[in-house]
Structures are given as C-alpha cells and as structure tokens.
T-cell receptor
Framework: DAMVIQNPRYQVTQFGKPVTLSCSQT?????MYWYQQKSSQAPKLLFHYYDKDFNNEADTPDNFQSRRPNTSFCFLDIRSPGLGDAAMYLC???????????????FGPGTRLTVL | AQKVTQAQTEISVVEKEDVTLDCVYETRDTTYYLFWYKQPPSGELVFLIRRNSFDEQNEISGRYSWNFQKSTSSFNFTITASQVVDSAVYFCALSEARDDKIIFGKGTRLHILP
C-alpha cells in the first residue's frame, strides 16, 4: 500500500540534545509538509517543500530545520530541543497541481517527541 | 483571511445515536476546498473527504454523510448509528485554490459511549 511512514513513532530526547525525525513516502508526491501538534490543538505548519524548494513559515523557530535529500524522504531536525518542543510531529504529502497549488494532504502516523 | 470554526469542543453520545459535527468557514475566494480529517487516539490524521466550492451536493459514505451549504458557509459532518470506534478528534479544514496550505479548525473531540 502506498503510504506515509514516520520513524520513530516515539522519541525521547534530553533538553538541548539534537534530534532528527524522519518521514518517507511511497506515494511519489512532490510536496511534503511538517506539522507540529501540541496536546488538544490543531496541527501547526512548520514548513513544506515543493520538490526541493523549501518554504518556511514565518513563525517557525530557527531551532527547527529540515532536509529533503530526495522525493521520498524528508527530515526534521531540532537543533536544541526545549521542553516546549514536546509535541506530536506530523509529516504529510500531497500532489503538486501546478502554480503552487496542492492536492489533498495525506498524513503519516506521527512521531511523539518527549523532552526530558 | 481564511478561518475555520468548530464550535463544539467536545461531544459525548451513546453508541448507536446519530451525531453531527459542525464546521463554519470564512474565505474571500470563490474557489476553495473543504476537508474533514479524523484523528484517533493513535495520532494519525486520517483523510475522510474533500469538497470543492462548486460542488454543493451532499455526500454519503456508509455511516458518514456531509452537508455542504455555501449560503451559511457550513460543512457539517454526520455520523449515523455511531460506534465506539468513531471516538476520535475530528478536524474540519479549508484550503483556498490559490494557496498550498490548509487551515485547520480547532477540532471536535467525539466520545462514543458503549
């Protein structure tokens, strides 16, 4: 089945220790998104890629970085996690409909990050 | 500006009852898309439906149905004969055709009691 895969499902890190979350997809979609979702809140977009073209949201902290080495994979790097970065991180993909429009977003199962 | 309002924060119903989740949206665009996603306790956001602004036909899929009314800017979701497995947070979302992002409502947490 075509799908969006996130590893690991649960990640524990220490305050200030860099952590990387990964996302892969078999849908061959060229748009990929990273969202942060805190408890009882809606997902909040951090950044997204059109192919390798990176688009950062204005209020995404500098602490959050991303890499997309190829169509299938995308990584979220948190350089110095703080207690406030504990959240569910969701990866999503969609087709590019051209002119910077995208189709329905399909989400992975998420990585729940705990910061000690 | 785009906006999605889900006024019901939390709803509890007894199994087999019907339940409607409300969604009201705001947009200045004439072309836009509306979505519903389900988020069970496992955390994954599951896509349920996408509707474009030119298609006001109601949709039914099994026990799920959606009522889209442009006149009231609403896109409500009804679950008929609810089941415990329907317990989840449901998000309504909006995307304008000229944009590549979706705006989520705050979600409605639905509890189906056995």
């Amino acid at each position: 089945d075509a799908m969006v895969i996130q590893n690991p499902r649960y990640q524990v890190t220490q305050f200030g220790k860099p952590v990387t979350l990964s996302c892969s997809q078999t849908l061959n979609h060229n748009v990929m998104y990273w969202y942060q979702q805190k408890s009882s809140q809606a997902p909040k977009l951090l950044f997204h890629y059109y192919d390798k073209d990176f688009n950062n949201e204005a209020d995404t902290p500098d602490n959050f970085q991303s890499r997309r080495p190829n169509t299938s994979f995308c990584f979220l790097d948190i350089r110095s996690p703080g207690l406030g970065d504990a959240a569910m991180y969701l990866c999503a993909t969609s087709r590019d409909l051209g002119s910077r429009r995208s189709d329905t977003q399909y989400f992975g199962p998420g990585t729940r990050l705990t910061v000690l | 500006a785009q906006k999605v309002t889900q006024a019901q924060t939390e709803i509890s119903v007894v199994e087999k009852e019907d339940v409607t989740l409300d969604c009201v949206y705001e947009t200045r665009d004439t072309t836009y898309y509306l979505f519903w996603y389900k988020q069970p306790p496992s955390g994954e956001l599951v896509f349920l439906i996408r509707r474009n602004s030119f298609d006001e036909q109601n949709e039914i899929s099994g026990r799920y149905s959606w009522n889209f009314q442009k006149s009231t800017s609403s896109f409500n979701f009804t679950i008929t004969a609810s089941q415990v497995v329907d317990s989840a947070v449901y998000f309504c979302a909006l995307s304008e055709a000229r944009d590549d992002k979706i705006i989520f409502g705050k979600g409605t947490r639905l509890h189906i009691l056995p």
